[in-house]
Structure formats: C-alpha cells, structure tokens
C-alpha cells in the first residue's frame, strides 16, 4: 500500500482566516513533505520533516506554519493568506535515511485551496 | 540533483507503445532516473526508477543508455487514461526536494 490521503479535497478561505490542511500515511515512511503547485507549473517543495522534526524550510513566509505531531500525521496550518497563495497543497512521504540509496517519495492526491 | 530536458508535448495513439525520451548529461554517479506523472488536477504518480539498468514494473519500461546521460520511458500500451504530464527527475538524497522540471504533456488520442 503506497497511500498517502489529504483532507480537505477542496478548501475556500478569506484572507482573516485561519484553516488547516492534513496529510496521513501509514506506511511507516519517516520523512514527510509539503509541495506547493501553482497551475500549469512543477511542484516546489516548501518543508520536509524527518522523523518529526523540521528539516528543510524552504524559505516559507510564516502564514505557513507546519506540524507533525506524529510519524502518520502532517499538517498545514494557515493564516492571513494572500490570494497569490491560491494552489494546490500536494504532501509526499517516504522511508527517509533508512531507505538507504533510493528513497522514492509517494504522493497525496492535494487539497486545492482558493484564497478569496 | 541534475536537470534534465525533455520535450514540452508528445501525442500517442491509443494501443501504441509510448516512447518517452529525457536527457541528463550531467547526472552523477550517485544519482538515480525516477520517472512520475501527473494528470490533471491529481497529485504525482510514482512510475518507475533505475540507476544504470533497464527496470520493468507493471506500469512500464525504463531503458538507461550506458553513458547514463539519457533515458527512455515505454508505456508499452498506451490508453486514454495514460494522458498526462511525465516528469523525468535525477535524485540522488534522501529527504530533499524532487526537482521536477516541466515535464512532457502526454496525450494519447483514440
């Protein structure tokens, strides 16, 4: 099973307020990740978590604010979003350093957010 | 982690084997080819990775040239439902950022 699911599917939200966004995975993958895909372009990573700790920002404006409280759970916590922010959220996991040298990342289906 | 380049579009007919070139001239030794793809509006899709030798799974065929500057990925079969972009990626370190370049819109027509 290389499922990685991500609620919600579909999110709307102003500018004031404040949503989540949430990634599981159970396959026992240690390293976990935030891409963001703007339309007609690749996916750029934003964070990376290795056995839950924060190990790559990359360079994120702080109205992004990650978290995983637990090896299966990641999550994406937003506020005061601009409408430039509106993409979709894609999480990605992986088995991490024990994966030794190929370490293939699985994706979630995303969440499309709109930042009205 | 290497770029690489591939052409921006592609069409197959439905039922033909989908030949899907990249080149990395700059890959290093440590470095792996992984292949995913992305239809529309959906997150990436893992296909199939190698190194130096031909890989085969059940989605499709990775051929490597020995030099290892390029590769060639074979959708054997192509249906409609294989219409999507195909990114070819070079990456070597756990934990970092899959580079995805712009890949190559597939679309495969009755």
């Known amino acids: 099973d290389t499922e990685v699911t991500q609620t919600p599917k579909h999110l709307v939200m102003g500018m004031t307020n404040k949503k989540s966004l949430k990634c599981e995975q159970h396959?026992?993958?240690?390293?976990m990740y935030w891409y963001k895909q703007k339309a007609k372009k690749p996916p750029e990573l934003m964070f990376v978590?290795?056995?839950?700790?924060?190990?790559i920002n990359e360079s994120v404006p702080s109205r992004f604010s990650p978290e995983c409280p637990n090896s299966s759970l990641l999550n994406l916590h937003l506020h005061a979003l601009q409408p430039e922010d509106s993409a979709l959220y894609l999480c990605?996991?992986?088995?991490?350093?024990?994966?030794?040298?190929?370490?293939?990342?699985?994706f979630g289906p995303g969440t499309r957010l709109t930042v009205l | 982690d290497a770029k690489t380049t591939q052409p921006p579009s592609m069409d197959c007919a439905e039922g033909r084997a989908a030949n899907l070139p990249c080149n990395h001239s700059?890959?290093?030794?440590?470095?792996?080819v992984y292949w995913y793809r992305q239809i529309h509006s959906q997150g990436p899709q893992y296909i199939i990775h190698?190194?130096?030798n031909n890989e085969t799974n059940e989605m499709a065929s990775l051929i490597i040239t020995e030099d290892r500057k390029s590769s060639t990925l074979i959708l054997p079969h192509a249906t409609l439902r294989d219409t999507a972009v195909y990114y070819c990626?070079?990456?070597?370190?756990?934990?970092?950022?899959?580079?995805f370049g712009k890949g190559t819109s597939l679309l495969v027509t009755p």
């Open positions: 990605a996991s992986s088995q991490g350093e024990l994966a030794g040298p190929t370490d293939t990342q699985y």
């Open positions: 978590y290795s056995y839950e700790k924060l190990s």
């Open positions: 990626i070079v990456h070597s370190n756990s934990g970092y950022a899959l580079n």
């Open positions: 700059t890959i290093s030794g440590n470095e792996y």
């Open positions: 190698g190194l130096k």
């Open positions: 396959m026992g993958h240690r390293a």
